[in-house]
């Protein structure tokens, strides 16, 4: 089992930056791939960002790619998704996922049923 334990998520204003963090426990070693997903309200759970295992390919959903930025380190077991530029249709409830299968490709990094392992999700709410 892999356990997610998030935090950063809070009210901030458009324009700011925030950090959402994410540590991950348990049996790690069984993790290919983290990634960044949130929800707003009425709304169906849209990917954000991933990362590889060896952090050296990570992709971005349109919204966002110039804006936020996904990073993990290994040995700390964590995994962090940077924002700037907040922006009031950010506001989401954001999770952390970490995916046991191996991914090839962009596309299966991106859908939500490929990760095994789901944080509780932390609400992000951007005021205009």
């Known amino acids: 089992q892999v356990q997610l334990d998030e935090s950063g998520g809070r009210l901030v204003h458009a324009g700011d930056s925030l950090t959402l963090s994410c540590a991950a426990s348990?049996?790690?070693?069984?993790?290919?791939?983290m990634a960044w997903f949130r929800q707003a309200p009425g709304k169906e759970r849209e990917f954000v960002a991933g990362?590889?295992?060896?952090?050296?390919?990570?992709s971005y959903a349109e919204s966002v790619k110039d804006r936020f930025t996904i990073s993990k380190n290994n040995v700390a077991n964590m995994a962090w998704l940077q924002m700037s530029s907040l922006k009031p249709e950010d506001t989401a409830i954001y999770y952390c996922?970490?995916?046991?299968?191996?991914?090839?490709?962009?596309?299966?990094?991106?859908?939500?049923?490929?990760?095994?392992?789901w944080g509780q999700g932390t609400q992000v709410t951007v005021s205009s």
């Open positions: 996922a970490a995916r046991f299968n191996y991914c090839v490709g962009s596309g299966c990094s991106r859908r939500s049923e490929n990760y095994n392992y």
């Open positions: 990362i590889n295992w060896s952090a050296d390919i990570t």
């Open positions: 348990g049996r790690t070693s069984n993790i290919y791939g």
